[in-house]
Every structure is written in C-alpha cells, then in structure tokens.
C-alpha cells in the first residue's frame, strides 16, 4: 500500500502560480512513476503531467506545457507541479497518483490521493 498526501492547493487569480505537493508513504519501494490528474466538475479526470522516479523522464499534457512544471525529490519521496499562468479553465480538483510507469492513462496507476482544490478566478 501507498498512501499518498496532497497539500498546495488554493485560490488563485489567473495569471497567478500556485505549487502542489504529494507526499508518498508505505510501500514507497513499488513507486516507479508519479502523476498529476484533474477533475473539474462535470468532466471527466484528465491526465495534467507524470514523472518517472528513476531517470526523471517527465510528460505533460499539451493543456499544460510551457506552463507547468512536474519535479520530484526522491530524498522526500515528493512529487511537485509547479503550475505558473494560470487560467480560469485549470480549476478542478487535483489528484496525484503512482504506478508502474508515467502514462497518461489514468487507469495504469495503483494509488491515488484525495486531490487538492485549484481554483482560479478570472
């Protein structure tokens, strides 16, 4: 088991950054990759940005590039994604999830947080 713990959320103005954090704990030995997923109300969870533990190989939806950024630090066992320019359409609820590999396939990961609320104003 892996418990994951996410903390950065908030209300922000567009324009604005904000950077979340996911915590891992427990079986940290399984982790391999880590992603960020949203879910805005109503919608469906989409896939934001994944990381692979070993060698840092990073994904991004192209929603997101060039404007946020998924880091990790294996010391903490933390996963960040540092989110800069934001817009009033990234408000959602966001989650972090580990698995096997950094896909953008939600369904491939094992563990998943209780998410973070981003919202945005305009």
């Known amino acids: 088991q892996v418990q994951l713990v996410e903390s950065g959320g908030g209300l922000v103005q567009a324009g604005g950054s904000l950077r979340l954090s996911c915590a891992a704990s427990g079986s940290i030995f399984s982790i391999n990759a880590m992603g960020w997923f949203r879910q805005a109300p109503g919608k469906e969870r989409d896939f934001v940005a994944a990381i692979s533990w070993i060698g840092g190989m990073t994904y991004y939806a192209d929603s997101v590039k060039g404007r946020f950024t998924i880091s990790r630090d294996n010391a903490k066992i933390t996963v960040y994604l540092e989110m800069n320019g934001l817009k009033p359409e990234d408000t959602a609820l966001y989650y972090c999830?580990?698995?096997?590999?950094?896909?953008?396939?939600?369904?491939?990961?094992?563990?998943w947080g209780q998410g973070t609320q981003v919202t945005v104003s305009s």
């Open positions: 999830a580990t698995g096997p590999r950094a896909t953008v396939s939600g369904t491939q990961y094992d563990y």
